[in-house]
Nanobody, 123 residues
């Protein structure tokens, strides 16, 4: 299976909340930045949020800032994305990825991916 496994997706209504989780299927990636990306039907994959290896540095896409919260549990090697105030525009397959490199988290080299979890928000 994929080196990262996402869970927590589902079908919800506008205004509802979901919490996505990401965990390694094998070895953990404690020194990597962890990011969430999403891809909606007919659209390219886009950056959603990311957290640095220490859990301190965090970046969000403008479209989700204020509604989504990313965090990582270093001890348990898990990353979560708390999604509040969901809107139909948030409908997409959400992917977790581990990234390396320097600079802004959005620009890290994300080469280790999960297979995604579907989030569908109805109006």
């Amino acid at each position: 299976q994929a080196p990262l496994i996402e869970s927590g997706g589902g079908l919800v209504r506008a205004g509802d909340s979901l919490r996505l989780s990401c965990a390694p299927s094998g070895r953990p990636f404690p020194s990597y930045a962890m990011g969430w990306f999403r891809q909606a039907p007919g659209k390219e994959r886009e950056f959603v949020a990311a957290v640095g290896w220490s859990g301190i540095k965090i970046e969000y896409a403008d479209s989700v800032e204020g509604r989504f919260t990313i965090s990582r549990d270093i001890a348990n090697n898990t990353v979560t994305l708390q999604m509040d105030g969901l809107m139909p525009e948030d409908t997409a397959v959400y992917y977790c990825a581990a990234g390396s490199g320097l600079g802004p988290l959005v620009a890290r080299k994300y080469e280790i991916w999960g297979q995604g979890t579907q989030v569908t928000v109805s109006s």
